[in-house]
C-alpha cells in the first residue's frame, strides 16, 4: 500500500467497486482481528449488511479504492467474526496510512453527529454539495468539522530533554509539554507561553517539527522543537506535577509509539546517540 488518500466529499453514484467501509459504533470501529492484523470491511456495492446505519459519508480514496465513514446504533451487535474496536489500540495493527483514514472517518462522523442544527438559529443543518461542511437552510450559517490546534514542544539544553509529568496522564510517564492555541496567539507565541507557565523555563530557537491530527476530540498537534534559554524548573504543581532535565540515554517511562510527543523524543534520542558513535 502506497498510502495516498484523497479527500472528497463529493458522493459519486452507482458505485460497483469494492470500497473499504469505517463503521463506528460509539467511537468505536468495526473491524476483524486476526492475531495482531485488524482489517475494515472491503464492499462492494452499496452498504448491504443488516447493520442499520445511523448516519454516512463518502470520504475518499485510498490507493484509488473508495471509503466511506459510517456509523450504527449504540445497541448494534457486531456482525459475526467482527469487534468494535477503540482506534487507539488499533494503532500498529493496520498500515499507517489506514489508521489515519480511520481517525479522520471517526472525526468526520463525529462533526455529523454534533454539528447537526444550525449554532446560530438552531434550525437542522443540511449538507453542502461538494465540500465538507453543513449549512444552515434558514439563516444561511456554515458549520465545518471543527479543528482545535495544540501545540507541543521538546525542550533541549545539551543532551538534556525537558520531560514533565502531567496530572492528566493516567500513566506515570513523563512527556514533552503541550498546550492549546488560544485566541490572537501565533503558535510561536503559545511554546513560549505554555513552557514558561507549566515550567518556568525561557525558550529560544524555536523550530516546526512535524504535526499530527489527533481526533480526540479534535485537535491537531503541532510540534516544535526549542533549545533553553534561561530560568530553572518551578512547575505549577497543578496541571503539571513534576518536570525535570533527563539525560537523553537516561529517560523515564514516556509515551507510546503512536503519539507525536514520542516521535519528538526518538528524534532526540536518535540526534544524541548518533553523535556519540
Ligand atoms: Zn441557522
Same mark, same amino acid.
Given at each position: 500500500m502506497e498510502g495516498l488518500f484523497i479527500s472528497s466529499g463529493n458522493q459519486q453514484q452507482e458505485k460497483t467497486d469494492p470500497a473499504w467501509w469505517f463503521i463506528f459504533r460509539d467511537r468505536k470501529m468495526l473491524v476483524t482481528i486476526d492475531g495482531d492484523k485488524a482489517t475494515v470491511p472491503l464492499l462492494h456495492g452499496e452498504w448491504n449488511h443488516d447493520l442499520p446505519l445511523v448516519r454516512k459519508h463518502y470520504i475518499g480514496t485510498l490507493d484509488g479504492t473508495d471509503c466511506y465513514a459510517a456509523e450504527v446504533t449504540k445497541e448494534t451487535p457486531p456482525p459475526e467474526g467482527m469487534? @468494535? *474496536?477503540g482506534l487507539w489500540g488499533l494503532f500498529g495493527c493496520m498500515a499507517d496510512e489506514f489508521h489515519r483514514t480511520a481517525l /479522520?472517518?471517526?472525526?468526520? %462522523? $463525529?462533526? $455529523? /453527529?454534533t454539528d447537526q442544527y444550525c449554532s446560530r438559529c438552531g434550525t437542522k443543518n443540511e449538507l453542502k454539495i =461538494? #465540500? /465538507?461542511?453543513?449549512?444552515? !437552510?434558514?439563516c444561511n450559517a456554515l458549520s465545518f468539522p471543527r479543528i482545535s490546534p495544540a501545540v507541543i514542544v521538546l525542550v533541549e539544553r545539551g543532551r538534556r530533554v525537558l520531560l514533565a509529568r502531567a496530572s492528566r496522564f493516567m500513566r506515570n510517564w513523563y512527556s514533552v509539554l503541550a498546550g492549546f492555541v488560544e485566541p490572537g496567539e501565533?503558535? #510561536?507565541d503559545v511554546v513560549r507561553r505554555e513552557v514558561k507557565e507549566e515550567t518556568g523555563i525561557d525558550v529560544k530557537d524555536i523550530r516546526y517539527f512535524g504535526s499530527q !491530527?489527533? !481526533?480526540f476530540p $479534535?485537535?491537531?498537534?503541532?510540534? @516544535?522543537?526549542?533549545? *533553553?534559554? =534561561? =530560568? #530553572?524548573?518551578?512547575?505549577d504543581g497543578t496541571e503539571i506535577v513534576e518536570a525535570q532535565w533527563f539525560e537523553y540515554d537516561r529517560l523515564p517511562d514516556i509515551p =507510546?509509539? %503512536?503519539?507525536i510527543a514520542r516521535a519528538l523524543i526518538d528524534w532526540f534520542v536518535e540526534k544524541h546517540t548518533k553523535r556519540r558513535s
Amino acid at each position: 500500500m502506497e498510502g495516498l488518500f484523497i479527500s472528497s466529499g463529493n458522493q459519486q453514484q452507482e458505485k460497483t467497486d469494492p470500497a473499504w467501509w469505517f463503521i463506528f459504533r460509539d467511537r468505536k470501529m468495526l473491524v476483524t482481528i486476526d492475531g495482531d492484523k485488524a482489517t475494515v470491511p472491503l464492499l462492494h456495492g452499496e452498504w448491504n449488511h443488516d447493520l442499520p446505519l445511523v448516519r454516512k459519508h463518502y470520504i475518499g480514496t485510498l490507493d484509488g479504492t473508495d471509503c466511506y465513514a459510517a456509523e450504527v446504533t449504540k445497541e448494534t451487535p457486531p456482525p459475526e467474526g467482527m469487534v @468494535f *474496536h477503540g482506534l487507539w489500540g488499533l494503532f500498529g495493527c493496520m498500515a499507517d496510512e489506514f489508521h489515519r483514514t480511520a481517525l /479522520r472517518a471517526m472525526h468526520i %462522523i $463525529d462533526w $455529523d /453527529r454534533t454539528d447537526q442544527y444550525c449554532s446560530r438559529c438552531g434550525t437542522k443543518n443540511e449538507l453542502k454539495i =461538494g #465540500e /465538507r461542511a453543513k449549512i444552515c !437552510p434558514a439563516c444561511n450559517a456554515l458549520s465545518f468539522p471543527r479543528i482545535s490546534p495544540a501545540v507541543i514542544v521538546l525542550v533541549e539544553r545539551g543532551r538534556r530533554v525537558l520531560l514533565a509529568r502531567a496530572s492528566r496522564f493516567m500513566r506515570n510517564w513523563y512527556s514533552v509539554l503541550a498546550g492549546f492555541v488560544e485566541p490572537g496567539e501565533t503558535l #510561536e507565541d503559545v511554546v513560549r507561553r505554555e513552557v514558561k507557565e507549566e515550567t518556568g523555563i525561557d525558550v529560544k530557537d524555536i523550530r516546526y517539527f512535524g504535526s499530527q !491530527p489527533w !481526533p480526540f476530540p $479534535d485537535s491537531l498537534m503541532v510540534a @516544535f522543537t526549542a533549545k *533553553h534559554a =534561561g =530560568g #530553572e524548573i518551578q512547575v505549577d504543581g497543578t496541571e503539571i506535577v513534576e518536570a525535570q532535565w533527563f539525560e537523553y540515554d537516561r529517560l523515564p517511562d514516556i509515551p =507510546g509509539k %503512536i503519539s507525536i510527543a514520542r516521535a519528538l523524543i526518538d528524534w532526540f534520542v536518535e540526534k544524541h546517540t548518533k553523535r556519540r558513535s
